[in-house]
């Protein structure tokens, strides 16, 4: 039998078969991801300098309880009374309009313009009943605010108890 002198180098390099292997970054895995996912993004949706060109519109809307009445404020930018339908039940809103919109950008000698016409719908839920017959409604500068009365079972739903 021949001896063989013990090398702890080669030893260890017996033991580490995988040392010449990068280590795994995950945070280097999501950069990647996300720079990818951003490409896609935009060749899918090009922009025209800030608006998603590719988008629908979908008014924004902010809705507010207070004792007797829901109190809904939507905002409708560059949209007059005329090309906004309004439709009321007794457990929803539902807004539809057309929105028509033009713009204009000149730079470095040459001028574009783009349009933008399509339909849009928005239908909101109410948490509880409404008398829709009793519903007021105001529009000024590109705002709908909507008042919609609770019906008498729905205030008397929530009693304060006195405990002590």
Do not use: C, H
Not at 10 to 18: A, G, K, T, V, Y
Not at 45 to 53: F, H, Q
């Amino acid at each position: 039998m021949a001896l063989v002198r013990w090398d702890p180098i080669r030893e260890i390099e017996r033991l580490e078969p995988f040392r010449d292997l990068d280590r795994w970054d995950p945070f280097r895995e999501i950069e990647t991801l996300q720079r990818r996912m951003g490409r896609l993004f935009e060749r899918m949706l090009p922009t025209d300098g800030g608006e998603r060109a590719g988008l629908t519109f979908i008014p924004a809307a902010e809705l507010e309880e207070t004792e007797d009445a829901f109190k809904l404020r939507v905002e409708l930018p560059g949209l007059t009374a005329k090309d906004v339908t309004v439709e009321v039940t007794p457990e929803a809103v539902s807004i539809t309009g057309e929105r028509k919109s033009e713009t204009t950008t000149e730079r470095e000698g040459y001028t574009r313009s783009e349009f933008r016409y399509g339909k849009f719908q928005r239908v909101i839920p109410l948490p509880s009943t409404v008398k829709n017959q009793e519903v007021k409604a105001e529009y000024k500068d590109g705002i709908l605010r909507l008042n919609l009365p609770k019906t008498e079972a729905e205030k008397q739903r929530a009693v304060k108890v006195n405990l002590g």
